[in-house]
């Protein structure tokens, strides 16, 4: 078994505002954080926030891991009027970016050998546009069109 990881990064200046969407996911949507009751005292949510200076905001979750990070990006984004991008880098054999606006993918890559897509079955991107990509790393074309050929995950983290 390799490294796994997952985070959350919010495009976003408004600290505030994203606690407080993280409160409201917590209370009323705590199924996608893994707590069936989140008011059950053993469920207490912990987050790490982190505000960057580049107009990110960067939350971490130890219920987050490849599979479970994009439903929470998802419905966080419905609760937040900024774009949401999701990590999820799992054994090193798999990195998925997705990309969620008001509750809905808008893009999505996953870096993965085809060997690695034939071995997880039907292993594909929800929703392909690599411009939203693009402008949501704040690439030049040169720069993206490098990255998004990456076939390895750990390339892609880098």
Known sequence: MGRSFANLHIKSGDL????????????????VLGYPDP???????VFYVRQSN???????HDYFVWGTVKKAGRTLSGLL?????????MNEEICELSFF???EIRAERIFCELWT??????????????DYIRQG????????SEFISLTSPEQAVE
């Open 16 to 31: 505030e505002k994203t606690l407080h969407a993280l409160q409201e996911l917590t209370k009323k949507h705590g199924a």
């Open 117 to 130: 897509r034939e071995e997880y079955g039907e292993l594909r991107e929800e929703q392909i546009d690599n």
């Open 137 to 144: 790393l704040g690439m030049g074309a040169e720069e993206f």
């Open 39 to 45: 008011e059950a005292p053993e469920h207490k949510a």
């Open 54 to 60: 580049e107009g990110w905001i960067s939350v971490l």
């Open 81 to 89: 009027e900024a774009p949401v991008m999701t990590l999820g880098y």
């Open 101 to 103: 606006e008001q509750g």
